[in-house]
């Protein structure tokens, strides 16, 4: 048997997906709200956890620094900063997930000093963390980079956090908790100018604010107010996940099937609701729950990725997919990330018709949240896609987590068996995926 077997996904497609769908925990907000968990005095609960391999992997990184931390039961998590001891992040355990830079949060707060390595996670684009760097040092964080061992070293060089007004160039999602994590126990007022908006951050927010904390959104202004400590006082429930909820819509009409996703909301993903009426796929909303399901012959679409509110970047490749069934020939343009389309290679193998090109652009340095000197050296950041492609099965390979899902929906379109490679790559953002794609009628096994 080949060696990579055991982390493929096996897919047997040309079937319509039809039935309902419960959405786990958001991957996104349980990573920031388990870290900022060590913020708080006392211990902490945290119930609908995602139960996959980011988390896991984040549990027993808080465990080796002397924490405690650990599911309780299926989707529950318990986590007590007391007995922590190391404020030094092992190499090895940092590269597996990228959300080990948010520890120097914690970190900071309790030594006053830390040491954490380059961070790792999805190969997405360069993710600079200068950002995160740059409102340390203005918070009286004394940080240096060593090329030799690649850590970065922390020093706190005051004996509390100081309260700051800072603005970030451009929105970040991670700066934006990242600020909010040093700001909540910070001597004084913090107020983060651009902020970023999505509703993963308002899930943290209001995680904390429920121990304590004194936050308050104004415009794209987070105004906090620092307080001497954080308790919890009562469990804290997850938000469900909206991109697990993109995901199993697209497989739905992409299959020409039916599917209702529950957990999720029309003002949770507004823009990705926009972008499927426009492509005629079928929607009926309830206050918690979506029904998607094919009306008929799709049209193509022009995309362009935003911060939310706009098009989130994370559903474009599951989007290209369904853009391959769509008339005409539909675009996506990418202006979060400067690497995000090796996905399409891997489509290309099943016959879509893809190609690349460079959008025109007025003012390059203001649409691009990356460095935009840097991309020159890039992937084009536009796609064309010519539809609609009859797609076939062949044999593939996840990049990164939204790719992986993305390439199980083109697999479930494609006729015969596709074998999907870097299951585990898979696991780490969707609890459970391919028992949930079984329960509404997907022909899928791990192999």
């Not at 405690?68 to 007590?80: I, L, P």
Request: with cysteine; charged share 20%.
């Amino acid at each position: 048997m080949n060696e990579h077997m055991e982390d493929a996904y096996s897919i047997h497609g040309g079937y319509p997906l039809k039935g309902e769908i419960q959405l786990s925990g958001a991957k996104n907000v349980s990573l920031k709200v388990i870290i900022a968990s060590l913020l708080f005095e006392s211990e902490v609960c945290i119930a609908n956890v995602p139960r996959i391999k980011d988390i896991e992997e984040l549990l027993h990184l808080i465990t080796s620094l002397g924490g405690h931390a650990r599911f309780t039961s299926q989707n529950e998590v318990v986590v007590d900063k007391k007995g922590m001891s190391k404020n030094t992040i092992n190499l090895l355990q940092a590269i597996k997930t990228r959300v080990s830079f948010m520890f120097f949060a914690p970190l900071l707060h309790l030594f006053g000093s830390c040491r954490i390595p380059n961070p790792g996670g999805c190969r997405i684009g360069a993710r600079p963390i200068d950002r995160q760097i740059d409102i340390m040092k203005a918070m009286g964080v004394s940080v240096q980079y060593d090329e030799e061992d690649g850590y970065y070293k922390a020093q706190l060089t005051t004996k509390k956090f100081q309260g700051i007004t800072h603005r970030f160039e451009k929105r970040t999602h991670t700066g934006t908790e990242f600020g909010i994590m040093l700001g909540v126990l910070t001597q004084g007022k913090t107020i983060i100018e651009n902020a970023s908006l999505e509703p993963e951050i308002d899930d943290l927010i209001h995680f904390l604010e429920k121990g304590g904390a004194q936050i308050a959104r104004k415009g794209d202004s987070i105004i906090i107010s620092g307080v001497s400590h954080l308790t919890q006082h009562k469990k804290y429930s997850i938000l469900y996940d909206r991109n697990e909820a993109v995901t199993h819509a697209l497989l739905a009409i992409a299959t020409k099937g039916d599917i209702t996703v529950h957990g999720v909301g029309e003002a949770d993903i507004v823009a990705f609701l926009q972008k499927v009426k426009e492509a005629g796929g079928g929607v009926a909303a309830q206050e918690k729950s979506i029904r998607f399901f094919y009306r008929g012959e799709l049209a193509a679409t022009q995309a362009e990725t935003a911060p939310h509110p706009g098009f989130m970047t994370d559903w474009q490749a599951p989007w290209a997919v369904l853009m391959t069934q769509a008339r005409g020939i539909s675009t996506i343009h990418e202006t979060v990330f400067e690497n995000r389309f090796a996905y399409v290679e891997e489509l290309r193998k099943l016959g879509a018709q893809i190609e690349f090109f460079r959008p025109e652009v007025k003012d390059s340095a203001t649409l691009y949240q990356f460095n935009i000197k840097k991309m020159e050296e890039c992937f084009f950041q536009g796609i064309k896609i010519h539809g609609p492609s009859l797609l076939h099965n062949a044999v593939l390979t996840v990049s990164d987590l939204r790719a992986g899902a993305s390439l199980l929906i083109a697999a479930s379109i494609a006729n015969g068996q596709t074998i999907v490679y870097g299951a585990s790559v898979i696991d780490r953002g969707y609890e459970h995926i391919d028992t949930k794609l079984k329960s509404v009628g997907a022909r899928i096994q791990r192999i």
